[in-house]
Structure formats: structure tokens, C-alpha cells
């Protein structure tokens, strides 16, 4: 059985004021939330404020990026024993604000990736087409090159500890959630690349979809065979609708 896993991407929003609010919020309801694990992965400089908040609930922390270097001379970035410390589950890779917008490609992902499961984090994978990779018909190519910058370097194996989330990029922020069928048609193609090299791992991997999920459309999505919860960007920020999100994952 594949816990599912709700995590909330805040991104580049927040103060301590509302981010006080948002944690007494979410943290006020969590008892109606029975099935899923709960994540937030809160700007950097929030890191350590929000660990002690949470201190004491079993709502897990992440970050939304890491260096693949241990240390040294990389100006504005931060490693991942610097998220060790302050007791941070999860990171975030690949989301494709680091892909477009930062340029970042598939094989320095890949490197962060595999800094961040030998450092102990669970990485949380994005990966996702653009929508005229869509119209184009090329999805399942796209979403397979991104996956395989992974496997090539370290076999499916390292998914093992991993989770991945299929977020299409022109759902992103956007309002245009993909319809169940269209995510489950990529989680199951992704399910089953990961099985053709290593069934196990395939089965106990976790799949989120990511893309203007909300309370009204998450238990519609969550429904769906190979969806394994989601990554949650704008409704995160909001407690009522992330825990909402949460409670779609009850059964
Ligand atoms: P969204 O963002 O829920 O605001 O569409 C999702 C994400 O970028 O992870």
C-alpha cells in the first residue's frame, strides 16, 4: 500500500505574519486529515521557523531546491546537509520553474537528485511536458527523458527512495487541471517505465500529480489508480484548502 503524500509547494510567497497563519491553520485541523501524509516545502530563509512551529505534529518538511554540491564557493545556494539540520524529509527537484525559468537542465537535476538520496532526503521529482510538447503528442517522450536522466546515471533503483510528480506544466498555476484520466494515463506510463527495469520498485513508488489541484478537484484526481496525492502550489497557501486536498485522501 503506497501511503499518499499531499505536499504543499509555497514557492516564493510568504511572510512570517502569514506564514504564522497558515501553520496555526493547518496545524488547527490536521486530526481531519486520516489518510495522508502531509508536507509543506516553504521558501529557504522560512526553513528553520517553520520546523519549530511544526515541532511535535506529524506534518513533514521539505525544500523547494538544494545544490548538488556539499559546500564551498556557490554564492545564494544551500546544500543538502544545510536542510539535514534543520530536519528537513523532502526536496523538490526539477519543478519546472527551475527547468524554464533557471535553465535548469535534466542532467543537473539528476545530480541533485542523487546528492539528496545519499544525504538521506526522499526527492521529490518533477517532471512534465510543456503544452505544446502536448500538442505535438510528445509527452510520454518528454516525461521519459526527464526520468531517464535518473535511471542512466543510477538505475530505477534510486526511485526506490523517491518520489516523482507529474506535473504538466501547462497546468501549473494556470487554473487548467488535467483531467483524472489524462494524469492517469502518464502516471501509469510512468509506473510502468519505472517496472520495466524494477517491478518492486514501480509498485511502492509514489506518483503525485501537480498542477492547480484544489479541495473541489483533488479526491476526483486521488481517485485514480497511479495517483498517489500531489503537489500543491496556490492552494497550499491557503489552510482550509490544503487541508481540504489532505482530506481527499481519506477514504
Ligand atoms: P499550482 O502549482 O498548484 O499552483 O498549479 C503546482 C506546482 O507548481 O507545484
Not at 512570517?16 to 502531509?38: C, H, Y
Not at 543510477?154 to 498555476?173: D, R, T
Not at 486521488?222 to 481519506?250: K, P, R, V, Y
Amino acid at each position: 500500500m503506497r501511503k499518499p503524500l499531499v505536499a504543499g509547494n509555497w514557492k516564493m510567497n510568504g511572510s512570517l505574519d502569514s506564514i504564522n497563519t497558515l501553520l496555526g491553520g493547518i496545524k488547527e485541523g490536521l486530526g481531519n486529515v486520516s489518510e495522508a501524509e502531509l508536507a509543506v516545502c516553504p521558501p529557504a530563509i522560512y526553513i528553520q521557523h517553520v520546523a519549530s512551529s511544526l515541532k511535535g505534529t506529524n506534518v513533514a518538511l521539505g525544500a523547494q531546491d538544494v545544490n548538488d554540491k556539499p559546500a564551498g564557493a556557490h554564492t545564494g545556494e544551500h546544500s543538502v546537509s544545510m536542510l539535514k539540520d534543520f530536519g528537513c524529509k523532502y526536496v523538490i527537484l526539477g519543478h519546472s520553474e527551475r527547468r524554464t525559468l533557471y535553465g535548469e537542465t535534466d542532467d543537473f537535476t539528476a545530480r541533485k537528485f542523487i546528492a539528496a538520496r545519499e544525504a538521506g532526503l526522499v526527492p521529490i521529482l518533477c517532471v512534465g511536458e510543456l503544452l505544446e510538447e502536448r500538442e505535438q503528442g510528445i509527452t510520454e517522450q518528454v516525461v521519459a527523458r526527464q526520468l531517464d536522466a535518473i535511471i542512466d546515471l543510477e538505475g530505477a533503483g534510486a526511485l526506490g527512495a523517491a518520489v516523482v510528480a507529474y506535473e504538466p506544466v501547462w497546468a501549473i498555476g494556470t487554473g487548467k487541471t488535467a483531467t483524472p484520466d489524462q494524469a492517469q494515463e502518464v502516471h501509469a506510463f510512468i509506473r510502468g517505465m519505472v517496472a520495466k527495469e524494477d517491478a518492486e520498485v514501480a509498485a511502492g513508488l509514489r506518483i503525485l500529480y501537480g498542477g492547480s489541484v484544489k479541495g473541489s478537484n483533488a479526491a476526483e484526481l486521488f481517485q485514480m489508480t497511479d495517483i498517489d496525492g500531489g503537489l500543491i502550489g496556490g492552494a497550499s497557501l491557503d489552510a482550509t484548502e490544503f487541508l481540504a486536498i489532505g482530506q481527499a485522501c481519506n477514504s
